[in-house]
């Protein structure tokens, strides 16, 4: 922290000077070779004429109060009066700054949900086959994902997740598992090597996982799901909905995951669909009306989620091409 030294006199600068004997004293000529993060302390009057936009907590006489609600509209972080300046003025310039963190940390968020966004995986030429996504947080960052990408030049994995919980902690552990792509070569194996990780470094979180592996030289998909919902929608012009059901446990509670293997077959015309919870909210009744409500409008290639959510909605979708 530095403080700056008043470029007019102030008749209480000697006690000013006794508490802040520990800080880094600067002019204000100085203050172009100062760390622009560091927290400042000077005179209300030097804040307003300088003009400068560092983190800064002003000082001001008790019959200024304009100034000071001057200070306050430029940013200023707190404001002290001369003739009362606290006793102890370490611990609260300890909490100013904890909080000027915290709020830095808040207006990066569209930063980092711009990162998050270019983590998702880029479009891929498949012959025969489309992938098609959506993607949109309740907030900035997300806590659903999705990924694919090629096996070798005759299977492509992918899959979709759900984090538990909300906030930071969750979207961080999509870029963890963005970290796994190209890593897993089949369904069970990818979920076998996250559940690993999620147990050993003991994250407190678990994690819902539904993932297929296309077979192209054949047209079927093997499927897995890890305890997600809701499950697999596999569309086929012509006939019901077919649900891909699973009883086997999330990724992250125990290191004995029982994983259960669907095949199907995906004829010209069919769509597989995975998508996370959030996808139910726009809906009305129980689980299962939510579910057929959905069925019914991705059947019909009318669903539309709304604009501002309550939860992250993430959807992946792998169709067969006439």
């Not at 927290?39 to 019959?63: E, M, Q, R």
């Not at 479009?123 to 960052?141: K, T």
């Not at 369904?187 to 996982?209: F, G, Y």
């Not at 192209?216 to 799901?225: E, S």
Request: glycine share 4%; net charge negative; proline share 6%.
């Amino acid at each position: 922290m530095y403080f700056i030294y008043p470029s007019k006199v102030r008749p209480h600068l000697d006690r000013a000077l006794a508490l802040f004997a520990d800080l880094e004293w600067v002019k204000l000529s100085q203050l172009q070779q100062c760390d622009p993060y560091r927290i400042y302390i000077a005179d209300v009057h030097d804040f307003l004429w300088k003009d400068w936009a560092c983190p800064t907590v002003v000082i001001a006489n008790a019959d200024e109060g304009h100034e000071l609600s001057q200070a306050w509209q430029k940013g200023a972080l707190a404001g002290w009066i001369w003739e009362d300046l606290p006793k102890q003025p370490f611990q609260l310039l300890q909490e100013i700054e904890a909080q000027y963190k915290r709020h830095q940390d808040s207006r990066d968020l569209p930063a980092a949900a711009s990162l998050q966004q270019c983590l998702l995986p880029h479009a891929i030429d498949i012959p025969h086959y489309q992938f098609q996504s959506l993607f949109q947080p309740s907030a900035y960052l997300s806590g659903d994902w999705y990924d694919y990408w090629w096996v070798d030049d005759q299977h492509i994995l992918f899959y979709l997740a759900d984090v538990s919980g909300h906030g930071v902690t969750s979207s961080l552990l999509t870029s963890w598992m963005a970290a796994f792509h190209q890593r897993a070569s089949s369904p069970q194996q990818l979920i076998h090597k996250l559940n690993h990780m999620l147990i050993h470094e003991n994250i407190e979180k678990h994690i819902t996982m539904i993932a297929g592996l296309l077979h192209l030289k054949t047209n079927t998909v093997t499927c897995c799901n890890a305890g997600h919902f809701p499950p697999a929608i596999h569309l086929v012009e012509g006939q019901d909905a077919k649900i891909l059901t699973a009883n086997s446990l999330p990724l992250g509670l125990t290191e004995d995951l029982d994983i259960e293997e669907v095949t199907l077959a995906m004829p010209v015309g069919s769509r597989l669909i995975l998508c996370s919870d959030g996808a139910l909210e726009p809906y009305k009744g129980g689980l299962n009306e939510q579910f057929q409500q959905l069925i019914y409008e991705l059947a019909q290639q009318q669903f539309h989620p709304p604009q501002h959510v309550n939860d992250d909605i993430a959807l992946l979708s792998l169709e067969r091409m006439p």
